[in-house]
């Protein structure tokens, strides 16, 4: 199924109480054939206004990174755990999470990805293990049952809040950028 056609079912979701608030569903934007997919926890509000990922200041954020990185923005996928967001950008609850996955699974098989960067304990707990703490697992390589090598890192939005997290990101991102590489030298 392409992501259009994905995108266009998501439309009229309403299998979660998210959707009572939303201005705009925010499926996703990128490469649809992206080597590297980054996947987050969910709109805050500029990304609701606009239904755009990553837009706002985490995502001005994480445009930096990815630029230090000499990785282009729109060479990548960006995605969130879920399509809408939570009211006062509180974490979305397991059940929200639960409503939306279906959806951001099916980005996953339409894209394929090679390489996916899990930004905080959100994208972390709801795709790898419920009761993963991110300040364990962040800058380790994980695999999933197809191959895709997996990041965890942090949330851009946690090194607004705490600098001191800049480093240890940019130390995952580093290991990101060389995998992404040997993959682009390959192809």
């Known amino acids: 199924m392409s992501l259009e056609l994905i995108e266009k079912e998501i439309q009229g979701c309403t299998n979660c109480g998210l959707a009572a608030g939303r201005t705009n569903i925010v499926f996703g934007v990128g490469n649809p054939k992206a080597k590297l997919m980054l996947i987050g926890e969910g709109p805050g509000k500029d990304e609701d206004l606009q239904g755009i990922p990553f837009v706002g200041a985490a995502g001005q954020l994480l445009d930096k990174i990815l630029e230090a990185a000499e990785i282009k923005r729109q060479d ?52 790898i293990k419920p009761d993963a703490k991110i300040t364990q697992m962040r800058g380790q390589w994980l695999e999933s049952k197809s191959g895709i090598k997996i990041m965890p890192t942090y949330h851009p939005a946690a090194l607004l809040r705490d600098p001191r997290r800049k480093k240890p990101v940019w130390e995952d991102f580093q290991q990101v950028r060389d995998e992404y590489k040997k993959l682009m030298n390959e192809s």
């Open 76 to 127: 990548v996928y960006i995605a969130n755990i879920v399509k809408c967001r939570p009211p006062n950008n509180r974490v979305p609850s397991r059940k929200e999470a639960k409503a939306c996955l279906p959806w951001l699974w099916q980005q996953l098989e339409t894209i394929r990805p090679q390489i996916v960067v899990l930004l905080g304990s959100t994208a972390l707990q709801n795709l």
